[in-house]
């Protein structure tokens, strides 16, 4: 069966078909597709666990307090009065920073966000290459998870010396009125190049150390799709006198393309949990005012922004995807 026609298969597994896969005695039940489905489901299966246990309740009582007036009591608890979409309307129309917030920082975690799908895809490739040191490299390129994973954004927002190191290098920039990136770009628009683009490749050198920061994850999930490809498909390409750059483009990246998706919602969805952005900032700031209502609106706003930024990358992106096995 060609691709194509595996895709559609694909396709119309519905309700039916998914119930199916967990009840024993019935055709779906046996196939491979329903078997994968029920490993991946144990291997979550912890997490919706500590989801309901945890988290449900919480999150219904925010979305309830994003339609109420909510302050602290006389004698302790919380005094909540239903006042509609109040809360909605003061942070889409009132609040002189969520709007502003919301705008700029989506565009900058668009722009983070491919550029590291394109570097964590870009170095899974290479550390997937036969050569020395190589364990050593794939470890070097793992650490950024292990640093930002509570570590090092302790150390910077807490370390004194670190904080007089980047305030010395603020100061030195400002007084010397050197700014390499800014004074190339000026050049860039001098010389006729456009610079539409050319602020898309600013922006991404400028969070070069972000970027790098949030790429090991997906390196790792990459290198797991690179690793699973039969060397034989590449000797089958070498024998028919395939290059390089054919076989990457006819088995490597379609081989690879169903975990883009997965790396492309864990990536949005990492960037927009980041505390470091402004709307999360200006989310804090109210928290700690007490503005609960108006914490909670925001908060929902902030997650339909991103469910509607997934709904459009997984759109965009599984149109590309190819599957191969069921």
């Not at 194509?4 to 199916?20: P, Q």
């Not at 305030?167 to 006729?192: F, K, P, R, W």
């Not at 790396?263 to 200006?282: C, G, H």
């Amino acid at each position: 069966m060609s691709p194509r026609n595996k895709k559609n298969k694909r396709k119309s597994w519905g309700l039916r078909e998914s119930i199916l896969t967990f009840i024993p005695g019935n055709s779906v039940y046996s196939t491979m597709r329903s078997r994968n489905a029920r490993h991946g489901v144990m291997f979550i299966l912890p997490f919706i666990i500590g989801f309901l246990t945890f988290m449900l309740v919480p999150l219904i009582d925010s979305f309830r307090m994003s339609f109420e007036n909510v302050t602290l009591a006389a004698g302790g608890g919380f005094e909540r009065k239903f006042i509609g979409l109040e809360n909605f309307k003061y942070a889409l129309g009132v609040d002189p920073y969520f709007n502003m917030r919301l705008v700029e920082e989506i565009p900058r975690m668009a722009i983070n966000a491919v550029a590291t799908l394109v570097l964590s895809f870009v170095i899974a490739v290479i550390l997937n290459q036969d050569f020395k040191g190589r364990t050593l490299a794939r470890a070097i390129f793992f650490l950024p998870v292990i640093l930002s994973s509570g570590v090092l954004p302790g150390i910077e927002s807490q370390n004194e010396f670190y904080n007089m190191m980047q305030g010395i290098n603020e100061e030195i920039a400002t007084a010397s009125g050197v700014n390499l990136s800014a004074t190339l770009q000026d050049l860039l628009a001098v010389s006729g190049v456009g610079s539409g683009v050319f602020d898309v490749l600013f922006q991404m050198i400028d969070a070069i150390y972000d970027i790098v920061m949030a790429s090991g994850i997906q390196i790792i999930v990459f290198l797991s799709g690179l690793q699973a490809i039969s060397p034989s498909l590449y000797e089958a390409a070498d024998v028919e006198g395939c290059t390089a750059w054919e076989a990457f483009w006819k088995i490597t990246f379609p081989m690879v393309s169903p975990l883009l998706l997965v790396n492309a919602i864990y990536t949005i969805i990492d960037f927009f949990m980041k505390n470091d952005n402004r709307v999360m900032e200006r989310i804090n700031e109210l928290w700690n005012r007490l503005e609960f209502g108006h914490v909670s609106a925001m908060n929902w706003i902030y997650f339909a922004v991103a469910m509607a930024f997934i709904g459009v990358a997984t759109l965009i992106i599984s149109k590309g995807v190819h599957y191969y096995e069921d």
